[in-house]
């Protein structure tokens, strides 16, 4: 879907588009947690499939199933073997009289295999004849130089860092930093990539490098935290109760009816005359 969207964009000139731009990038985002969260299940019992399904993203991994459901197609043979070597010859059938014949050589002891469709060589994916030669050959896993980083769905995307007119103005200064590191540091690699005693001095200095930043960033967060509840103590104490305001309504000394008023006063005076009349009565 990916590779139909960006091939569109070309066609038609739409890459400056920023709707379809952002489009994309949220296509990109779904597909990575598709990748990371989902599996795609193999379809056979194959252990070279299930190699490819564990690294590959989704998208790749459709692909390389494709090559897997083609090895019905090919009847493979052995025609030449000699020092470890082995020469298969895998003919293929297209249409129902149409045949086409490839010629594969495997090597049995790195189990490097090459086929003359040079499928792998173009487009980075292992042919179907080469399949049918392994599953000939029972291997159960193919040499790491068949399995490219590029596929892979763990490798963090590194086009984050490049410019682009739809960057946001906050992400300028980073990418100004991340452009000097890379000037320098291909400056460094390259002069340390003349001899293995340099290239060994630079990877102890980016261990070091390496350990210090990490400090460093454990040390920051600390500090955060530190002056993040500091200022939530200091707001804390700095509470007031709220301002006082006047009381809505009628005043205090106009509140209540006359009749109320002149109840209570009543009650006062009885309250005063009778102990009065109780001293009397004693007497």
């Not at 731009?21 to 990109?28: G, L, N, P, T």
């Not at 003919?91 to 045949?99: K, R």
């Amino acid at each position: 879907m990916l590779k139909q969207h960006r091939e569109l964009s070309i066609k038609y000139g739409l890459g400056g588009n920023k709707w379809l731009s952002a489009s994309r990038e949220q296509a990109e985002r779904e597909f990575d947690a598709a990748d990371f969260h989902t599996v795609i299940p193999c379809t056979t019992k194959s252990a070279i499939k299930a190699q490819f399904q564990h690294v590959y993203t989704h998208e790749k991994f459709r692909e390389v199933q494709a090559q897997f459901r083609g090895k019905v197609n090919c009847i493979t043979r052995s025609i030449h073997s000699t020092l470890g070597f082995t020469t298969y010859e895998a003919i293929e059938q297209v249409f129902n009289s149409t045949f086409n014949k490839f010629i594969i050589t495997y090597d049995g002891i790195s189990r490097d295999v090459k086929c003359h469709c040079l499928l792998f060589e173009s487009r980075g994916i292992l042919c179907r004849h080469s399949l049918s030669v392994l599953s000939f050959e029972r291997v159960d896993n193919v040499a790491p130089k068949y399995i490219l980083e590029r596929w892979s769905k763990n490798i963090k995307r590194r086009h984050t860092h490049i410019k682009s007119s739809q960057d946001e103005p906050l992400l300028e200064p980073r990418s100004k930093r991340f452009d000097k590191l890379v000037f320098r540091s291909h400056n460094i690699c390259e002069f340390a990539s003349k001899s293995e005693e340099l290239t060994e001095i630079l990877h102890r200095a980016f261990d070091k490098v390496m350990a210090e930043m990490e400090e460093y960033q454990e040390r920051s967060k600390g500090k955060s935290l530190l002056t993040h509840e500091e200022a939530t103590l200091s707001n804390v104490n700095d509470l007031q109760s709220p301002p006082r305001v006047k009381t809505r309504g009628r005043p205090k000394n106009i509140l209540g009816s006359n009749l109320e008023k002149k109840i209570s006063n009543a009650m006062k005076k009885k309250k005063k005359t009778a102990p009065s009349e109780e001293k009397l009565t004693c007497f």
